[in-house]
Protein backbone atom coordinates (compact mmCIF):
# COMPACT_ATOMS: atom_id res chain seq x y z
CA UNK A 1 0.00 0.00 0.00
CA UNK A 2 1.37 2.81 -1.05
CA UNK A 3 -1.63 6.21 -0.99
CA UNK A 4 -3.93 6.48 2.00
CA UNK A 5 -6.82 9.02 2.59
CA UNK A 6 -8.77 9.59 5.54
CA UNK A 7 -11.68 11.12 5.62
CA UNK A 8 -12.67 13.50 8.42
CA UNK A 9 -9.18 13.93 9.10
CA UNK A 10 -10.11 17.31 11.07
CA UNK A 11 -11.79 15.24 13.92
CA UNK A 12 -10.37 13.89 17.60
CA UNK A 13 -9.40 10.21 16.15
CA UNK A 14 -8.11 10.68 12.82
CA UNK A 15 -6.14 13.18 14.62
CA UNK A 16 -4.18 10.22 16.63
CA UNK A 17 -4.51 8.13 13.57
CA UNK A 18 -2.79 10.51 11.53
CA UNK A 19 -0.11 10.30 14.33
CA UNK A 20 0.00 6.68 14.10
CA UNK A 21 -0.10 6.18 10.55
CA UNK A 22 3.14 8.84 10.28
CA UNK A 23 4.94 7.22 12.79
CA UNK A 24 4.71 3.08 12.19
CA UNK A 25 4.25 3.52 8.29
CA UNK A 26 5.80 4.92 4.86
CA UNK A 27 2.15 5.54 3.86
CA UNK A 28 1.80 8.51 1.67
CA UNK A 29 -1.35 10.44 3.45
CA UNK A 30 -3.85 12.75 2.27
CA UNK A 31 -6.53 13.75 4.74
CA UNK A 32 -10.18 15.35 3.58
CA UNK A 33 -12.00 17.44 5.94
CA UNK A 34 -13.92 20.28 6.67
CA UNK A 35 -11.93 22.75 8.90
CA UNK A 36 -9.51 25.25 7.71
CA UNK A 37 -6.69 23.29 8.64
CA UNK A 38 -5.42 20.04 10.91
CA UNK A 39 -4.26 20.61 14.49
CA UNK A 40 -1.56 17.75 14.00
CA UNK A 41 2.04 19.27 13.84
CA UNK A 42 5.18 17.92 12.77
CA UNK A 43 3.59 14.43 10.51
CA UNK A 44 3.17 14.22 6.80
CA UNK A 45 0.50 14.59 5.63
CA UNK A 46 -0.99 16.81 2.02
CA UNK A 47 -4.98 18.10 3.61
CA UNK A 48 -7.50 19.01 1.49
CA UNK A 49 -11.07 20.92 2.39
CA UNK A 50 -13.48 18.47 0.90
CA UNK A 51 -17.46 17.89 2.15
CA UNK A 52 -18.33 14.15 1.45
CA UNK A 53 -22.06 15.45 0.58
CA UNK A 54 -20.48 17.50 -2.71
CA UNK A 55 -20.59 14.15 -5.08
CA UNK A 56 -18.36 15.86 -7.68
CA UNK A 57 -15.98 17.71 -6.03
CA UNK A 58 -15.44 14.29 -3.95
CA UNK A 59 -15.07 12.24 -7.59
CA UNK A 60 -12.78 14.98 -8.93
CA UNK A 61 -10.28 14.27 -5.77
CA UNK A 62 -10.82 10.40 -5.62
CA UNK A 63 -9.64 11.09 -9.06
CA UNK A 64 -6.98 13.01 -8.37
CA UNK A 65 -5.63 11.04 -5.42
CA UNK A 66 -6.60 6.97 -6.82
CA UNK A 67 -6.09 5.90 -2.81
CA UNK A 68 -4.57 2.46 -2.81
CA UNK A 69 -6.33 2.33 1.13
CA UNK A 70 -9.13 4.38 2.63
CA UNK A 71 -9.62 5.28 6.34
CA UNK A 72 -13.25 6.43 6.56
CA UNK A 73 -13.99 8.17 9.47
CA UNK A 74 -15.95 10.84 8.55
CA UNK A 75 -19.35 11.01 10.02
CA UNK A 76 -21.76 12.86 12.66
CA UNK A 77 -20.64 11.25 15.59
CA UNK A 78 -23.19 12.16 18.75
CA UNK A 79 -25.98 9.99 19.44
CA UNK A 80 -27.30 13.18 21.45
CA UNK A 81 -27.42 15.55 18.28
CA UNK A 82 -28.66 12.54 16.18
CA UNK A 83 -31.94 13.32 18.04
CA UNK A 84 -31.82 16.86 17.22
CA UNK A 85 -30.76 16.65 13.77
CA UNK A 86 -31.52 13.10 12.07
CA UNK A 87 -31.04 14.70 8.47
CA UNK A 88 -28.09 15.86 9.12
CA UNK A 89 -26.62 12.57 10.68
CA UNK A 90 -27.32 10.61 7.88
CA UNK A 91 -26.85 13.23 5.37
CA UNK A 92 -23.08 13.04 6.48
CA UNK A 93 -23.19 9.56 7.51
CA UNK A 94 -24.49 7.33 5.26
CA UNK A 95 -24.91 9.65 1.14
CA UNK A 96 -21.63 10.83 2.33
CA UNK A 97 -20.61 7.36 2.46
CA UNK A 98 -22.87 6.10 -0.65
CA UNK A 99 -20.82 9.23 -2.64
CA UNK A 100 -17.11 7.95 -1.53
CA UNK A 101 -17.95 4.36 -2.48
CA UNK A 102 -19.17 5.43 -5.59
CA UNK A 103 -16.57 7.58 -6.29
CA UNK A 104 -14.29 5.23 -5.89
CA UNK A 105 -16.14 2.65 -8.25
CA UNK A 106 -16.23 5.39 -11.20
CA UNK A 107 -12.85 5.74 -10.88
CA UNK A 108 -11.82 1.88 -11.18
CA UNK A 109 -10.20 2.08 -7.95
CA UNK A 110 -9.11 -0.68 -6.19
CA UNK A 111 -8.63 0.18 -2.54
CA UNK A 112 -9.05 -1.37 0.81
CA UNK A 113 -11.58 1.00 2.63
CA UNK A 114 -11.87 0.61 6.18
CA UNK A 115 -15.16 1.77 7.68
CA UNK A 116 -15.31 3.07 11.44
CA UNK A 117 -18.36 2.16 12.97
CA UNK A 118 -20.19 1.75 16.49
CA UNK A 119 -20.98 -0.44 19.00
CA UNK A 120 -23.87 1.56 19.57
CA UNK A 121 -25.29 -0.79 16.81
CA UNK A 122 -26.17 -3.42 19.32
CA UNK A 123 -28.47 -1.18 21.44
CA UNK A 124 -29.74 -2.66 24.33
CA UNK A 125 -28.49 -6.23 25.07
CA UNK A 126 -29.54 -7.56 28.54
CA UNK A 127 -26.34 -8.03 31.08
CA UNK A 128 -26.00 -11.28 31.02
CA UNK A 129 -25.71 -11.43 26.71
CA UNK A 130 -22.29 -9.37 27.68
CA UNK A 131 -19.60 -9.30 26.28
CA UNK A 132 -20.86 -8.79 22.68
CA UNK A 133 -19.63 -10.32 20.15
CA UNK A 134 -19.66 -9.50 16.43
CA UNK A 135 -21.94 -11.96 15.67
CA UNK A 136 -24.51 -10.02 18.20
CA UNK A 137 -27.83 -9.35 16.34
CA UNK A 138 -28.08 -5.74 15.80
CA UNK A 139 -30.70 -3.49 17.49
CA UNK A 140 -30.07 0.45 17.26
CA UNK A 141 -31.86 2.63 19.45
CA UNK A 142 -30.82 5.80 17.97
CA UNK A 143 -30.84 7.79 14.75
CA UNK A 144 -26.65 7.71 14.91
CA UNK A 145 -26.89 3.85 15.14
CA UNK A 146 -29.31 3.62 12.52
CA UNK A 147 -26.81 5.39 10.08
CA UNK A 148 -24.03 3.44 11.45
CA UNK A 149 -26.06 -0.24 10.64
CA UNK A 150 -26.51 1.29 7.30
CA UNK A 151 -22.68 2.07 6.33
CA UNK A 152 -21.26 -1.17 7.54
CA UNK A 153 -24.57 -3.11 5.65
CA UNK A 154 -23.65 -0.66 2.28
CA UNK A 155 -20.17 -1.29 2.71
CA UNK A 156 -20.58 -5.05 3.06
CA UNK A 157 -22.69 -4.91 -0.46
CA UNK A 158 -20.06 -2.99 -2.25
CA UNK A 159 -17.26 -5.87 -1.01
CA UNK A 160 -20.07 -8.69 -2.08
CA UNK A 161 -20.57 -7.25 -5.29
CA UNK A 162 -17.51 -6.24 -6.48
CA UNK A 163 -15.27 -7.96 -4.45
CA UNK A 164 -13.51 -4.99 -2.89
CA UNK A 165 -11.20 -5.55 0.11
CA UNK A 166 -13.75 -3.30 2.96
CA UNK A 167 -12.96 -4.03 6.34
CA UNK A 168 -15.37 -2.77 9.38
CA UNK A 169 -14.47 -1.37 12.94
CA UNK A 170 -17.24 -1.32 15.26
CA UNK A 171 -15.55 1.01 18.42
CA UNK A 172 -16.62 1.27 21.73
CA UNK A 173 -16.31 3.86 23.84
CA UNK A 174 -13.55 5.85 23.20
CA UNK A 175 -11.12 8.59 25.27
CA UNK A 176 -8.79 10.76 25.27
CA UNK A 177 -6.98 13.86 24.92
CA UNK A 178 -8.85 16.01 22.05
CA UNK A 179 -12.36 14.99 22.59
CA UNK A 180 -15.23 17.10 22.45
CA UNK A 181 -16.76 17.75 25.80
CA UNK A 182 -19.58 16.24 23.97
CA UNK A 183 -18.48 13.04 25.04
CA UNK A 184 -18.61 12.04 29.27
CA UNK A 185 -14.96 11.47 29.69
CA UNK A 186 -13.94 14.65 27.95
CA UNK A 187 -17.15 16.65 29.74
CA UNK A 188 -16.30 15.74 32.85
CA UNK A 189 -12.59 16.38 32.62
CA UNK A 190 -13.55 19.54 31.11
CA UNK A 191 -15.68 20.94 33.64
CA UNK A 192 -12.77 20.00 36.59
CA UNK A 193 -10.10 22.00 34.53
CA UNK A 194 -12.82 24.80 34.47
CA UNK A 195 -13.39 24.93 38.33
CA UNK A 196 -9.86 24.31 38.61
CA UNK A 197 -9.34 27.42 36.90
CA UNK A 198 -11.92 29.65 38.79
CA UNK A 199 -13.61 29.84 35.71
CA UNK A 200 -16.88 27.92 36.47
CA UNK A 201 -18.64 27.16 40.02
CA UNK A 202 -17.07 24.34 41.72
CA UNK A 203 -20.21 22.04 40.54
CA UNK A 204 -20.13 19.10 38.15
CA UNK A 205 -22.93 18.63 35.82
CA UNK A 206 -23.77 15.28 35.00
CA UNK A 207 -25.85 12.95 33.13
CA UNK A 208 -26.33 9.38 34.34
CA UNK A 209 -23.91 7.95 36.48
CA UNK A 210 -25.42 4.52 36.43
CA UNK A 211 -24.41 3.53 32.98
CA UNK A 212 -21.73 0.73 32.23
CA UNK A 213 -19.16 1.23 29.35
CA UNK A 214 -16.14 -0.24 27.92
CA UNK A 215 -13.71 2.41 27.54
CA UNK A 216 -10.39 2.12 25.38
CA UNK A 217 -8.22 5.22 24.91
CA UNK A 218 -8.43 6.40 21.35
CA UNK A 219 -4.74 5.55 21.24
CA UNK A 220 -5.44 1.80 21.37
CA UNK A 221 -8.14 2.52 18.93
CA UNK A 222 -6.67 4.22 16.23
CA UNK A 223 -3.70 1.38 16.38
CA UNK A 224 -6.30 -1.13 16.41
CA UNK A 225 -7.46 0.32 12.81
CA UNK A 226 -3.88 0.21 11.43
CA UNK A 227 -3.75 -3.61 12.21
CA UNK A 228 -6.82 -4.23 10.59
CA UNK A 229 -5.99 -2.12 7.49
CA UNK A 230 -2.77 -4.22 7.48
CA UNK A 231 -4.33 -7.68 8.44
CA UNK A 232 -7.58 -7.80 8.50
CA UNK A 233 -9.50 -9.92 7.00
CA UNK A 234 -11.72 -8.84 3.77
CA UNK A 235 -15.91 -8.28 4.57
CA UNK A 236 -14.75 -9.08 8.25
CA UNK A 237 -16.47 -7.13 11.33
CA UNK A 238 -14.20 -6.38 14.21
CA UNK A 239 -14.63 -4.61 17.47
CA UNK A 240 -12.62 -2.96 19.48
CA UNK A 241 -13.12 -3.05 23.14
CA UNK A 242 -11.65 -3.56 26.10
CA UNK A 243 -13.31 -6.35 27.66
CA UNK A 244 -14.03 -4.22 30.68
CA UNK A 245 -17.09 -2.38 31.22
CA UNK A 246 -16.86 0.54 34.32
CA UNK A 247 -19.68 2.21 35.72
CA UNK A 248 -19.67 6.24 34.18
CA UNK A 249 -19.56 6.96 38.51
CA UNK A 250 -16.23 5.45 38.44
CA UNK A 251 -14.47 7.33 35.95
CA UNK A 252 -15.76 10.32 37.51
CA UNK A 253 -13.86 9.36 40.71
CA UNK A 254 -11.20 8.59 39.22
CA UNK A 255 -11.17 12.26 37.73
CA UNK A 256 -12.11 13.99 40.94
CA UNK A 257 -8.93 12.09 42.58
CA UNK A 258 -6.63 13.71 40.04
CA UNK A 259 -7.62 17.04 41.51
CA UNK A 260 -7.15 19.26 44.46
CA UNK A 261 -10.21 21.30 44.21
CA UNK A 262 -13.47 21.01 46.30
CA UNK A 263 -16.01 20.09 43.48
CA UNK A 264 -19.76 19.29 43.91
CA UNK A 265 -21.87 16.87 41.82
CA UNK A 266 -25.19 17.71 40.49
CA UNK A 267 -27.54 15.87 37.85
CA UNK A 268 -28.62 17.92 35.41
CA UNK A 269 -31.61 16.52 33.55
CA UNK A 270 -30.86 17.63 30.57
CA UNK A 271 -27.42 15.63 30.24
CA UNK A 272 -29.79 12.16 29.57
CA UNK A 273 -30.46 10.61 26.29
CA UNK A 274 -34.26 9.44 25.07
CA UNK A 275 -32.77 5.78 24.80
CA UNK A 276 -29.93 5.48 27.19
CA UNK A 277 -28.57 1.83 27.11
CA UNK A 278 -27.48 0.23 30.51
CA UNK A 279 -24.64 -1.99 30.29
CA UNK A 280 -22.42 -2.58 27.25
CA UNK A 281 -19.10 -4.45 26.81
CA UNK A 282 -16.75 -5.72 23.87
CA UNK A 283 -15.68 -9.37 23.01
CA UNK A 284 -12.37 -8.19 20.80
CA UNK A 285 -11.48 -11.89 20.42
CA UNK A 286 -11.47 -11.95 16.46
CA UNK A 287 -9.41 -8.69 16.67
CA UNK A 288 -7.12 -10.45 18.68
CA UNK A 289 -6.90 -13.66 16.93
CA UNK A 290 -6.41 -11.60 13.51
CA UNK A 291 -4.26 -9.02 14.42
CA UNK A 292 -2.63 -9.84 17.78
CA UNK A 293 -4.36 -6.34 18.81
CA UNK A 294 -4.81 -6.02 23.07
CA UNK A 295 -4.91 -2.28 24.45
CA UNK A 296 -2.48 -1.33 25.96
CA UNK A 297 -3.04 2.04 27.82
CA UNK A 298 -4.70 1.93 31.47
CA UNK A 299 -7.50 3.86 31.98
CA UNK A 300 -6.08 6.30 34.61
CA UNK A 301 -3.69 7.33 31.87
CA UNK A 302 -6.55 8.24 29.37
CA UNK A 303 -8.51 9.70 32.27
CA UNK A 304 -5.23 11.91 33.14
CA UNK A 305 -4.27 12.63 29.37
CA UNK A 306 -7.72 14.11 28.67
CA UNK A 307 -7.65 16.16 31.95
CA UNK A 308 -4.10 18.12 31.44
CA UNK A 309 -5.38 18.57 27.40
CA UNK A 310 -8.38 20.21 29.10
CA UNK A 311 -6.37 22.05 31.74
CA UNK A 312 -4.02 23.47 29.09
CA UNK A 313 -6.62 24.51 26.80
CA UNK A 314 -8.24 25.77 29.95
CA UNK A 315 -4.82 27.61 30.49
CA UNK A 316 -4.23 29.01 27.16
CA UNK A 317 -7.74 30.87 27.02
CA UNK A 318 -7.72 32.12 30.44
Known sequence: MDRVLITGA???????????????????????????????????????????????????????????????????????????????????????????????????????????????????????????????????????????????????MYHQAFGWRVLITRGFNQAGPGQSPDFVVSSFARQIALIEAGRSEPVLKVGNLEARRDFTDVRDTVRAYRLVMEKGAPGAVYNVASGTARPVSELLEMLLSFSEAAIGVERDPDRQRPSDIPVVMGDCSRLWSDTGWEPLIPLERTLLDTLDYWRARVGRAA
Not at 24 to 39: A, I, M, Q, R
Not at 91 to 96: A, D, E, M, R, Y
Open 10 to 156: DGFVASHLIRELDRETDWKLTGLGLKPGLEVDGVGIEYRVVDLTDRDLLLETLEEIRPDGIFHLAAQPSVAFSWEDPWATYGVNLIGQLNLLEGLRKTGAQASVHIACSSEEYGKVPAEQMPLGEETPLNPCSHYAVSKVAQETLGR
